[in-house]
């Protein structure tokens, strides 16, 4: 992911360079989509999109019924996925090949033909065919009328935007407009493997593939990373665009996390905890929507002093031998949601491994406090594992909140982040929660080096423990000293995660690079 300045043409646009890498047909396209609806929704920047296909895909114009179009069964039976793009034209069958999107204002071409526009936006790809010493051209007006379109690659006359190489079409672009946006994909064979198309597309026809090439077959060898930087460079040069590599630091933050913190906001919510001797996780863990909440009177209490016994690297909590617990910070607590009127509270605590009960008892007299409260606010916990002993899971449970989380944090393979922490420990935590019958949360982050197939697995783990609320956000370092920033996942990817989700069955899902386990915790009740 990277910046972003757009020079003479097309102008004027700026620019963003998203790696996507290589993704599963269903996250590709969903990347696509919420891509153009970002931008229709205000996003005001422009997006340069590279991405590959694992595993091998067969995509269908938008308007084409898949069934009639592929072999379903053959896909399945080969581990082909299948999808429906958004925009037209026919099947298309993705391996071995390098693709690209483009998400624009339509606004600069407006004065500008069809052939004018595709012109201009393509232009960086005759570019990139001439930096590997081929001349590449247009199908163009000329281009045979004869309606080849189920094949891997689309001939239907009126494609005249393709690009061809010595006659043969080496790949495809095609657009799609709406309200003011131009969305453009394509992609460059980069091997011969597109003509086991034939095998998955119904009635493909051998004088389309005949009459379609790759670079390995014209004698150029690129890898896909080799031919992203180039592409990437043909983009630059073509366009004046600068991408400037943005490794991931708080010093250089993304376009989408610029939220600040404003100090003056703070003040009123401050004095009433500290003339009730109170903290918030909010403080404590340096939560970038402090401000906000604040403001709008919401916080997170933590209840059991401010010192973790485990000091996990990703945590702003710190480390150190905690002091004996306040017996009065139950009431303390239901006497400041009171006064502030909540009418969702949240409740969470550091982990107390030096505790018999890891701080259990507390939470529920919390809990018991918090019910004597006239208004009878909604009460959410977010605990520890309680180092998986079930008598302290069962004591929180028992005191009946409306909801009880408790975060994943990561995926299976990071675990080792979370110190004294166990994977399977805490979905059993998870288990529990949702046995009672109380509604059972949890929350993980991205951005630690997790991978998607991890990522998906992790959701359905949480879906299986029979938790129905989930919260995905950004991780970022709480200090120098932290577990450093892997990436920094654009909102589409929160977006496809969130979708995902949802199809896993869960009834509420917050999914943004500021989402946090109790941030906006009262839409889930």
């Not at 394509?186 to 379609?212: H, M, Q, T, V």
Request: charged share 25%; aromatic share 10%; with cysteine.
């Amino acid at each position: 992911m990277i910046l972003k300045r757009m020079g003479p043409s097309p102008d004027p646009i700026q620019w963003r360079f998203v790696d996507s890498g290589f993704a599963s047909a269903e996250k590709n396209m969903a990347f696509d989509g919420a891509l153009f609806n970002s931008f229709i929704d205000g996003d005001s920047q422009s997006v340069f999109r590279i991405y590959g296909w694992k595993p091998k895909a067969v995509s269908t114009g938008f308007s084409q019924d898949i069934d009639s179009v592929t072999d379903r069964e053959k896909c399945a039976a080969d581990g082909v996925d299948v999808v429906k793009r958004m925009t037209g034209g026919g099947a298309l069958f993705h391996s071995g090949e390098i693709s690209y999107s483009l998400v624009m204002p339509s606004e600069p071409f407006k004065a500008m033909t069809a052939e004018e526009t595709y012109a201009k936006t393509t232009a960086f790809l005759i570019c990139f065919y001439k930096s590997l010493g081929l001349e590449a051209s247009y199908w163009g007006a000329g281009a045979s009328p004869k309606n080849i379109d189920a094949s891997g690659f689309c001939l239907a006359g009126r494609e005249k935007y393709d690009i061809v190489i010595n006659g043969k079409k080496i790949g495809g672009n095609a657009q799609k407009r709406r309200r003011g946006v131009i969305f453009q994909h394509g992609s460059i064979a980069l091997d011969s493997s597109f003509r086991d198309g034939g095998k998955y597309i119904r009635a493909a026809s051998p004088e389309a593939l005949n009459e379609s090439v790759s670079l390995s077959e014209l004698g150029v060898e690129l890898s896909f990373d080799e031919a992203k930087e180039k592409l990437r460079e043909s983009f630059e040069e073509t366009y004046g665009v600068t991408f400037r590599e943005s490794p991931p630091s708080a010093e250089r933050l993304p376009g989408w996390l610029n939220k600040k913190v404003n100090v003056r906001s703070l003040t009123p919510m401050k004095k009433l905890l500290a003339g009730k001797h109170l903290r918030t996780i909010c403080e404590e863990s340096l939560c970038p929507n402090i401000s906000e909440c604040f403001s709008k009177g919401r916080a997170t209490f933590m209840i059991l002093g401010d010192a973790c016994t485990r000091g996990c690297l990703f945590c702003g909590v710190k480390k150190m031998k905690p002091l004996p617990p306040d017996e009065s910070e139950s009431a303390s607590v239901a006497g400041a949601s009171s006064a502030l009127a909540l009418r969702h509270v949240v409740v969470t605590s550091p982990t107390r491994d030096d505790l018999a009960d890891g701080g259990a008892s507390f939470f529920a007299k919390t809990v018991r406090a918090l019910k004597k409260i006239p208004a009878k606010p909604g009460i959410e916990l977010l605990i520890p594992d309680f180092g998986g002993d079930e008598e302290s899971v069962l004591k929180v449970v028992s005191s009946c909140p409306d909801i009880i989380g408790h975060n994943m944090e990561t995926v299976r393979g990071l675990y080792g982040i979370r110190k004294g922490a166990d994977y399977d420990r805490s979905l059993d935590v998870l288990k529990r929660i949702a046995a009672s019958g109380v509604r059972a949360k949890s929350g993980f982050m991205l951005g630690l080096g997790e991978k998607e197939d991890e990522v998906l697995e992790l959701i359905k783990d949480i879906r299986r423990s029979g938790a129905v609320y989930l919260s995905i956000g950004q991780y970022l370092m709480p200090s120098k000293g932290a577990y450093p920033v892997k990436r920094y996942v654009p909102p589409e990817e929160f977006e496809y995660y969130k979708k995902a989700a949802y199809g896993e069955g869960f009834e509420h899902v917050e999914s943004a690079p500021y989402a946090r386990s109790s941030y906006m915790a009262e839409n889930y009740s």
